[in-house]
């Protein structure tokens, strides 16, 4: 079984759109996130988000606003795509964080490669 | 702000010749310490870790990583590199409690058989 699964996996499409990209998790992780790679495999994360706070990452326009269903699953929705949002997308998860207590491992999606024409 | 360095940016090896990546992150504090490979067109799949206790950590497929607090880094390594091993390789850090990852650049491994 997949533990974290993204669909689409490619996803081409024209500037000024609205898009979103589904993640899941079956992994009963309490945290997921967002990461996006750009064209020289650098890897940034956008959201982080549980149960309890949704962390952004200041430099992501608002344009991109994560929606949460439930707990495992974290849409990405994107508006008004642009040509600069093409990229790879990964989404994540791990364990809840407990403040003080030992970090956990993130588990990777597959990916969505997103092209903005 | 934490981040992290590599600063082999592509590497190239011939089958069976030795591996070191070099990792260098800043932060002061505790740090909780990764290494993902991508292979071409294949999601990150975490190598191994480091959160505490023995500073040379083994991972999967013959890898092992060497956390030297003193100078700030962990190291990848493998003492004989496979042609599958080509991909791509993330240092990455996070602080005990703390969500986020902060990754480096990656480096690209190539093995010529």
């Known amino acids: 079984d997949t533990a974290v699964s993204q669909t689409p996996k490619y996803l081409v499409t024209q500037m000024g759109n609205d898009k979103s990209i589904k993640c899941e998790q079956n992994?009963?992780?309490?945290?997921m996130y967002w990461y996006k790679q750009d064209s020289k495999k650098f890897l940034k994360i956008m959201f982080s988000?549980?149960?309890?706070?949704?962390?952004i990452n200041e430099t992501v326009p608002n344009r991109f606003s994560p929606k949460s269903p439930d707990k495992a699953h974290l849409n990405l929705h994107i508006n008004s795509l642009e040509l600069g949002d093409s990229a790879v997308y990964f989404c994540?998860?791990?364990?809840?964080?407990?403040?003080?207590?030992?970090?956990?491992?993130?588990?990777f999606g597959p990916g969505t490669r997103l092209t903005v024409l | 702000a934490q981040s992290v360095s590599q600063h082999n940016h592509h590497v190239i090896l011939s089958e069976a010749a030795s591996l070191e990546l070099g990792c260098n992150y800043s932060?002061?504090?505790?740090?909780?310490l990764f290494w993902y490979v991508q292979y071409p067109g294949q999601h990150l799949q975490l190598l191994l870790k480091?959160?505490?206790?023995?500073?040379l950590v083994k991972g999967i497929k013959g890898f092992e990583a060497e956390f030297i607090k003193s100078k700030f880094s962990f190291n990848l390594r493998k003492p004989s590199v496979q042609w599958s091993d080509t991909a791509e390789y993330f240092c990455?850090?996070?602080?005990?409690?703390?969500?986020?990852?902060?990754f480096g650049t990656g480096t690209r491994l190539t093995v010529i058989p």
């Open positions: 990455a850090v996070t602080s005990p409690g703390a969500n986020n990852l902060f």
């Open positions: 988000y549980n149960n309890k706070e949704l962390i």
């Open positions: 932060y002061g504090g505790t740090v909780n």
């Open positions: 992994l009963g992780h309490d945290t």
């Open positions: 994540a998860s791990s364990q809840d964080q407990l403040a003080g207590g030992p970090g956990d491992t993130q588990y």
């Open positions: 480091y959160f505490s206790g023995d500073p």
